[in-house]
């Protein structure tokens, strides 16, 4: 009886080890840091959708125009500033520091394709031009994400 009693005892613990480590496992797979590449590619998802949201329109510096000599609460975010509506530009940071590109085909309000784009870590792009890019895909290091709306 009593050995029969160990065993079962045995065997509820390895149950019991195998499902803590399965638990360990999972957890570790869904926190795991993601590479430079996918977070690129993650971070260039954020930015499209950030401009889709704000219909492309960037805030545009206006550096030879004069400022407020008085400035009061209100006029906090006052400034040399224009808003810009644009379909293709730069816009964000990669993982690396650059600049993501992007373009617009359509239209841009609707049954449109948005293009952001990553040189990569090498900092040089890898096709002839975008019409190449857009047409063929990313190339060597370089991130493409494409967002239609």
């Known amino acids: 009886m009593t050995s029969k009693v160990?065993?079962?005892?045995?065997?509820y613990g390895f149950i019991i080890v195998v499902?803590?480590?399965?638990?360990?496992?999972?957890?570790?797979?869904?926190?795991?840091?993601?590479?430079?590449?996918?977070?690129?590619?993650?971070?260039?998802?954020?930015?499209?959708v950030q401009l889709i949201e704000t219909r492309f329109e960037q805030r545009i510096f206006l550096p030879d125009t004069p400022?407020?000599?008085?400035?009061?609460?209100?006029?906090?975010?006052?400034g040399p500033w224009m808003m810009k509506r644009n379909?293709?530009?730069?816009?964000?940071?990669?993982?690396w520091g650059q600049p993501f590109a992007f373009q617009?085909?359509?239209d841009g309000i609707k049954n449109s394709t948005l293009y952001i784009w990553s040189v990569g870590p090498n900092g040089i792009p890898d096709y002839k031009d975008t019409k190449d890019l857009i047409a063929q895909g990313a190339k060597g290091d370089d991130i493409l994400v494409a967002i239609p709306f």
Request: net charge positive; hydrophobic share 40%.
């Open 19 to 48: 499902a803590f480590l399965s638990y360990v496992v999972t957890v570790y797979q869904k926190n795991r840091p993601l590479s430079l590449e996918a977070r690129t590619e993650q971070r260039a998802r954020l930015v499209g």
């Open 67 to 78: 400022m407020k000599e008085e400035r009061g609460l209100a006029s906090a975010g006052e």
């Open 104 to 106: 617009v085909k359509g």
């Open 87 to 95: 379909l293709n530009g730069e816009v964000g940071r990669d993982a």
């Open 6 to 11: 160990n065993r079962v005892g045995l065997l």
